[in-house]
Nanobody, 119 residues
Framework: QVQVVESGGGLVQAGGSLTLSCAAS????????MGWYRQAAGKEREPVAS???????NYSDSVKGRVMIFRDNAKGTVTLQMGSLNVDDTAVYYC?????????????WGQGTQVTVSS
């Protein structure tokens, strides 16, 4: 079992920065990939960034160059630093942990944290 909790969302002006944090607990040694998705109102959930256990990182084209993801395997945490935010970044951001290194693989999601960018 893994529990995932996000924090750090809020309201920010366009052009500003925001850092989201995510902490996994439980079987953190069973986690391979941790990352972030987001879902804007009326749209499908889309990937933002991810980090494998060995440090392979992926960013979606929509955030590349404006976002950085940092992961600490020992602590089970992943941080998303976002800059040059625009109104299109407004969404609920969800952290996930892919517990697939052990028996009964499963993807665990956090409850989501709202990011609102004002113009």
């Amino acid at each position: 079992q893994v529990q995932v909790v996000e924090s750090g969302g809020g309201l920010v002006q366009a052009g500003g920065s925001l850092t989201l944090s995510c902490a996994a607990s439980g079987d953190i040694d069973c986690i391979s990939v941790m990352g972030w998705y987001r879902q804007a109102a009326g749209k499908e959930r889309e990937p933002v960034a991810s980090s494998t256990r060995v440090g392979v990182i992926n960013y979606s084209d929509s955030v590349k160059g404006r976002v950085m993801i940092f992961r600490d395997n020992a602590k089970g945490t992943v941080t998303l630093q976002m800059g040059s935010l625009n109104v299109d970044d407004t969404a609920v951001y969800y952290c996930y942990a892919d517990r697939d290194r052990c028996l009964d693989p499963k993807i665990y999601w956090g409850q989501g944290t709202q990011v609102t960018v004002s113009s």
